[in-house]
C-alpha cells in the first residue's frame, strides 16, 4: 500500500520522540515532573463541569459542524468585552473542535494555488502544524526567524519582494509559542496594511491570549481593517479546558462560509454539550483571574531558580512558558536529555524549528508543589 509521500517524508513529531524518552525513564522507575507539553495541570472551573453535566441528554444525536447560535453570540459578546470589537455572529464566527483542527485546514480551505498564491510564511520558532498542513495541503513554505534582538517579531522586510507575489497567507502567534513574546497593535496594523498591498490573509493564532502577567494583550481583530485577518483561539488555555477540544474562529465571512464547506466533511462538529460548557465558560471571568495568579506563583519560583544560577530566560511577558537560552555549550536537545535523567522535562527549542536551536522551552503546567520539587532538583544540576 502506497501512503502520502508529503505525510510520511515528514520527521517524526518532535514531541513523539519526547514521549519515548519520557517512557524510557519511566520503564527505569524514574518519577518525572513534566514541563515539556503545554498541557494545563489546573482544574476546570466546577460550574463550566457542571454545564456540560447538564447539557448531556438521554438521547445523543449529531451536532451541526456550524455550531450553536448561542455559542456564536457568546463568543461575540466575549470579543465584545475583552477588546471592544463587534463581529456579527453567524457569518463571522465559527465554534470549532479545539483551535487545532481550524489551524490544520486553513490552507486546504483559503489557499488558491491556480492564482499563483500557493505560499505560507511561517515565522518560526513556532507551533509545527503551521508548516505541517501546509504541506499537506500542497503548499510552499517560507520561514522567518524571530530573534531575540527583535523581541521575537518577524522582520517582514527579509522576504524578497518577488516572493510576495506568491503569498496567500502569513501566520502570526502572539502572545507567542514557544518565546513567550507579546505584538502590539502597531505590529498587527502595518501588518494589515501589508496585506491589503501585498493581497494575502493574516492567520492570527492566539491562543494565548488570556495568560499573561501584565497588560492585557491586544488582539489582531483590533485593526482598523478586520477583511484580510483570520484569528484562532481555544478555551484549552483560558479555562484549562484541554480535554474538552472547544475553540472558535474569527474572520471575515466568506472564510467562515468556507469553514462551513470544509468541515462537514471533515466530521469535526462539536458536540453540543461542550457547546454548552463552552458558553458557560466565556460568561465567567473569576476562573481566569485564580488561573492567572497560579500561572504568576509558579513563574516566580523558576525566574529567582534561573537569575541565581545565571539562566538567561529571554521570553517571559504571557503565556505559562518560559523561553530560556541554553547555558554553556550544550545543544537544545542534550540540553533537555540532561535534565530529563534528573527527573525534570524541559521541550528543547531545536522542536520549534531551527531559529530555537540554544533554547529550551519550560511550561508552568505542573502543580506548585510539583514545581516547587522541580525548583530544588534544578537547583543542584544548573
Known sequence: MRLNPVLTGMRPYPFL?????????????????????????????????????????????????TGLPELKEAIAAWLARRYGVQLEPRREIMPTLGS?????????????????????????????IYERAALLAGARVLKLPLRDENRFLPDFSELPDPEWERVGIVWVNYPNNPTAALASLDFYESLTRLAVE???????????????????PVSALQSHDRSRICVFNTQSKRSSMTGYRSGWLAAPAELVQGYNFWRPLAGVAVPEFIQRATIRALAQEEHVVRMRAAYAAKRELFLELFSDRGVEVVGKEATFYLWCRVPGEQTAEAF???????????????FFGASGEGYFRLALVPTLVECQRAVEILAEVL
Open 198 to 216: 501585498r493581497d494575502f490573509l493574516i492567520a492570527s493564532d492566539e491562543a494565548y491570549s488570556e495568560i499573561y502577567f501584565g497588560a492585557p
Open 100 to 128: 487545532k483542527e481550524a489551524v490544520f485546514s486553513l490552507p486546504f480551505i483559503a489557499l488558491d494555488k491556480s492564482s499563483g498564491k500557493d505560499t505560507v510564511v511561517i515565522c518560526e520558532p513556532c507551533y509545527p
Open 336 to 350: 533537555a536529555a540532561r535534565l530529563l535523567e534528573q527527573g525534570v522535562v524541559v521541550a528543547p527549542g531545536s
Open 17 to 65: 520522540a519526547l514521549d519515548k524518552a519520557r517512557q524510557r525513564a519511566h520503564d527505569r522507575g524514574l518519577i518525572l515532573i513534566d514541563f515539556s507539553v503545554g498541557d494545563p495541570h489546573e482544574p476546570t472551573d466546577a460550574a463550566i463541569r457542571q454545564a456540560l453535566i447538564d447539557a448531556v441528554e438521554e438521547r445523543s444525536t449529531y451536532p451541526k459542524a
